[in-house]
């Protein structure tokens, strides 16, 4: 069994940065793959991105050279570090690892 728990969403203006967190309940670096999801309102669940516990990443087009993931292994922790946001980057953003789901956090980019 696999907790996650992200946080760090929230109200932002577009061009800004944002970072999410996803904290695990078990040593990450037994995680062999992470990933990032996003789901935006009235739509299906997307991909994001992820990483593997050999610190291999991989995004959708649509962030690539603004989204990074990263993770610290002495936190047990999953990064999503989001800069340059845009409207469309809202969205319920959540963690996950094999079929282990966290409750999500909001981003929300807004004028």
């Known amino acids: 069994q696999v907790q996650l728990v992200e946080s760090g969403g929230g109200l932002v203006q577009p061009g800004v940065s944002l970072r999410l967190s996803c904290a695990a309940s078990t040593p990450i670096f037994r995680l062999n793959a992470v990933h990032w999801y996003r789901q935006a309102p009235g739509k299906q669940r997307d991909l994001v991105g992820g990483?593997?516990?050999?610190?291999?990443?991989n995004y959708v087009d649509s962030v690539k050279g603004r989204f990074t993931i990263s993770r610290d292994n002495a936190k047990n922790t999953i990064y999503l570090q989001m800069n340059s946001l845009k409207v469309e980057d809202t969205g319920v953003y959540y963690c996950?690892?094999?079929?282990?789901w966290g409750q999500g956090t909001q981003v929300t980019v807004s004028s």
């Open positions: 990483i593997t516990n050999g610190g291999r990443t």
């Open positions: 996950n690892y094999d079929n282990f």
